[in-house]
């Protein structure tokens, strides 16, 4: 049973550690959400101990800036954990990665500041990569705009990394984008490699969980994604806390009830808790 509550204070004393989902719980991109960064200098004012985990194509490091540049105090996160930074440690530690790569980002440089340290070469030349990194999509442009790309790449039988596996992502105005996680779909449904990093896969679950040194069932997850945050939470044996007023606000009414039964249809687990924002 999914139960709808007013404020995350009222129930943070049952758990060791919270964490947050990024886009669609803290902020839209552009903006902190009104009642966020008060709610969690509250909860750190009392010990409660806050981490993010975002499925960003960046690293660890410009995402807390990016957070901090919004209005959120640096000192209340303990961990800033991303599906990026999970990928460069793998690159970092792996001699069987590729190291000629492809880049997709989101804004031109990312994936330069992404492979700082690393020895690998970004090339833009299809027919010379060895993989493709997808970490964004440059906003409205859809799956469709790299289909060229994605046909040579299946040609030549490259995998591709995918270090933000969200379908969809929010934006000001409750207006919704096109992530790399569909077009990593895109090219799976097509019989290509895919690698994805990120939510609901388990691994980088255990990775901040381990950092934490928390048992699963004392941590929240606090996200916006049935099928991100909450699958991958309730997997870990995590608690799990919907906020509605996220990438499912259309079809929520901050009841829990519509929750629930949004679950059921999609085939996700239902969250132990919803609320409409973070507050």
């Given at each position: 049973m999914t139960k709808a509550i007013q404020s995350i204070a009222?129930?943070?004393?049952?758990?060791?550690?919270?964490?947050?989902?990024q886009?669609?719980?803290l902020h839209d991109g552009s903006a902190p959400y009104e009642t966020a960064p008060a709610c969690l200098s509250d909860l750190h004012s009392v010990g409660t101990r806050l981490a993010v985990l975002s499925n960003s194509g960046k690293r660890a490091v410009p995402n807390a800036s990016r957070i901090a540049s919004m209005g959120f105090a640096e000192e209340i996160f303990e961990i800033v954990m991303t599906s990026g930074e999970a990928l460069f440690l793998d690159f970092q530690i792996s001699s069987e990665c590729p190291r000629k790569i492809l880049p997709i980002e989101r804004s031109e440089g990312d994936?330069?500041?992404?492979?700082?340290?690393?020895?690998?070469?970004?090339?833009?030349?299809?027919?010379?990569?060895?993989t493709i990194l997808l970490m964004g999509l440059p906003d409205g442009m859809g799956a469709e705009a790299f289909d060229d790309v994605l046909q040579t790449a299946l040609s030549r039988k490259l995998p591709l990394y995918c270090s933000n596996?969200?379908?969809?992502?929010?934006?000001?105005?409750?207006?919704?984008?096109?992530?790399?996680?569909?077009?990593?779909?895109?090219?799976?449904?097509?019989?290509?490699?895919?690698?994805?990093?990120?939510?609901?896969?388990?691994p980088i679950?255990?990775?901040?969980?381990?950092?934490?040194?928390?048992?699963?069932?004392?941590?929240?997850?606090?996200?916006?994604?049935?099928?991100?945050?909450?699958?991958?939470?309730?997997?870990?044996?995590w608690k799990t806390l919907l906020i509605e007023g996220g990438i499912h606000e259309a079809e929520l009414d901050g009841t829990g009830q519509r929750a629930q039964r949004l679950a059921d249809v999609e085939g996700t687990p239902r969250a132990d808790f919803t609320m409409t924002r973070l507050r």
């Open positions: 009222n129930i943070a004393h049952q758990f060791d550690a919270i964490v947050l989902d886009w669609g719980v994936a330069l500041d992404w492979a700082q340290g690393l020895d690998i070469m970004l090339s833009h030349d299809i027919e010379d990569a060895e596996p969200d379908l969809t992502s929010p934006r000001a105005g409750g207006a919704l984008v096109v992530s790399p996680g569909a077009l990593a779909k895109t090219y799976e449904d097509a019989g290509g490699t895919v690698h994805l990093y990120g939510k609901p896969h388990l679950f255990r990775a901040l969980e381990a950092k934490l040194n928390c048992a699963p069932d004392r941590i929240l997850m606090v996200g916006d994604s049935l099928h991100h945050d909450i699958q991958g939470g309730a997997n870990a044996g």
